[in-house]
């Protein structure tokens, strides 16, 4: 997650059109491009209610459409001119999201005016690389996960809130001309919509994989979403509240020493600090392996100097509650199964292996497991579908297999990027899954679909290493470019490089100057108490 782009643009644009839905008595996909309407109309369904709430006018603002209904309705999204090409983009994140608004910085002709419409099961996007601010307090929540509604309110770019079921592509069927097709395909959601495409892009992100070892699923708790920070928050607010009259130390184990889990324990133990011990458990005899070493000298410093321990080579065997351990020793017991009921007012007992010949393992307890190891693509996760298993080509891990143009292999019509994507550089390693990675994607994607549109050759795309980010607490961070070699930035330097290079990188413009002067304020207030309590320690003499 942590590294990341430092490049400088994102320029919008806008594109007048407006989406709106409609129902069609045809559930097959590629066959009612015909027809089109100016209203909002759903089947009628019993059980679960039916609420639409979409934008539609002549004027350049986004819509955003809720949706809800029985599964078994079968309803069409309508596009708002059918002459238009239309661009579904399933996922909100990093590669999603700015293919969206790249889309909106380029000139069209008037013809070739894309209709767009982004579909992703959240209400916000997360900008994930500033997850951990949110545990040290030097954000808030709407600087880094804004509403895709206001993001896109000046903007043309539809939004539906919906979770994707399964994906119906039929642009396979000329692979050398796919323009013959009348549409690419049909994207069917959970609550029932379906929406007819003529190009998709696959940006659906990944989700932490906790299912590598037992206990961990019901046990530990993942980090890589807005809801994990905030549920991580709480429990961290718990067990300050609990343990505040207490001189127990509040035992933090992280499981994973890349980038996240560096990451966490350094914010979580400048935040306990005297209070806590974080216990940081890695596979490897070091810690960032992939890192530079200025990043990784940075983090060990700093990690040094706080309440960390690090756990170098071991793997975690089991995660048990302790009560359910203790239980599980007695004959004739057995242990209670209540999963993440309240996970703040429980211990648990982790079993390490170590990873080298002749070592003994270990076993520590802690208040709170956090669980950074692992991921797997949400392309994965999809419902079953014997004509889309057979007809989109995934890897090992769930990515759709792409060319060098980002172009799914045997779809023409279909784009995959960021984690739902398995290219491979020149050296024929895949390209990592960072934020850095689907910011220079997204780019590529938005041009492609623009030239596959106007018939104009493809570029390939060309990963740019630009550097890597790392934040190590409240005001310290560390930041590696790769344009000057040997360069590390450090402490308060590196912290404001990387907010700077952050905040040049959140979506939009308008998005950009609120959340830049909310943190102008915010320093200004720091920096005036900081020198109250430097005049207040000089005058007493403390």
């Known amino acids: 997650m ?15 059109f407006s989406g709106v839905a409609r129902r ?61 090409p239309r661009v579904c983009i399933l996922g909100g994140g990093f590669g999603g999201l700015y293919t969206a608004l790249r889309l909106e910085s380029l000139f069209w002709p008037d013809n070739k005016k894309p209709q767009v419409l982004l579909v992703d099961q959240s209400e916000r996007f997360v900008f994930k690389p500033m997850l951990y601010e949110l545990l040290s307090g030097e954000v808030d929540a709407w600087e880094i996960a804004p509403r895709f509604s206001d993001l896109l309110a000046n903007t043309s770019v539809q939004f539906v809130q919906d979770k994707v ?50 206990g961990a699923t019901e046990y530990a708790l993942p980090f890589s979403t807005l809801r994990d920070a905030q549920r991580v928050d709480s429990q961290l607010k718990t067990l300050e509240r609990t343990n505040f009259s207490k001189k127990s130390l509040i035992r933090v184990a992280v499981v994973g020493c890349g980038y996240s889990g560096v990451e966490l324990a350094a914010t979580i133990s400048e935040r306990l600090q005297d209070r806590g011990l974080v216990q940081a458990i890695n596979l490897e005899n070091t810690i960032c392996p992939t890192a530079p070493p200025g990043n990784r000298e940075a983090a060990l410093k700093v990690l040094s100097s706080r309440n960390v321990e690090l756990l170098l080579g071991y793997v975690v065997r089991s995660i048990q509650r302790v009560d359910d351990a203790e239980t599980s020793e007695k004959p004739n017991s057995r242990p209670n199964q209540g999963a993440q009921s309240d996970l703040a007012s429980s211990s648990y007992r982790l079993e390490l292996q170590p990873t080298e010949r002749g070592s003994q393992g270990r076993t520590l307890e802690a208040d709170l497991v956090l669980w950074t190891v692992g991921s797997k693509s949400l392309l994965s996760t999809l419902e079953s579908s014997k004509t889309y298993r057979e007809q989109l080509p995934l890897n090992s891990r769930g990515q759709a297999e792409t060319d060098e143009t980002l172009r799914v292999k045997g779809h023409p019509r279909i784009f995959a990027l960021g984690d739902s994507s398995s290219l491979r550089d020149s050296n024929g390693r895949l390209l990592p899954a960072t934020a850095q990675v689907a910011f220079q994607q997204a ?76 943190w102008l304020t915010k320093s200004a207030v720091d920096s005036i108490a900081s ?9 007493t003499g403390q």
């Open 165 to 214: 079921k399964l994906l119906d592509p039929c642009d396979h069927i000329d692979v050398k001309n796919p323009n013959s097709a009348s549409c690419g395909g049909t994207v069917h959601l959970e609550s029932g919509l379906q929406i007819e495409y003529d190009w998709l892009v696959l940006a659906l992100g990944a989700e932490t994989k906790l299912d590598l070892v037992p």
């Open 531 to 539: 020198i109250q309590t430097t005049l207040t320690g000089v005058f």
């Open 2 to 16: 942590a590294p990341i782009a430092l490049s400088l643009s994102v320029a919008l644009g806008t594109v007048n």
């Open 24 to 84: 069609s008595g045809n559930f097959f996909p590629c066959s009612s491009r015909k027809l089109r309407t100016n209203l909002c109309r759903f089947s009628s369904s019993q059980g679960k209610g039916i609420r639409c709430a979409i934008s539609s006018s002549s004027k350049n603002n986004g819509g955003v459409a809720e949706i809800s209904g029985s599964e078994s309705a079968k309803r069409f999204y309508a596009w708002s001119d059918y002459k238009k």
């Open 443 to 518: 780019d590529f994607a938005g041009w492609n679909l623009w030239a596959a549109i106007n018939n104009r050759p493809l570029l390939p795309f060309r990963f740019q290493n630009l550097g890597e980010m790392m934040t190590l607490g409240r005001n310290d961070a560390s930041v590696t470019p790769s344009f000057i070699e040997g360069l590390t930035l450090e402490g308060p330097a590196g912290h404001a490089a990387r907010k700077i290079a952050y905040l040049i990188r959140l979506p939009t413009d308008e998005h950009r100057l609120k959340v830049g002067i909310s």
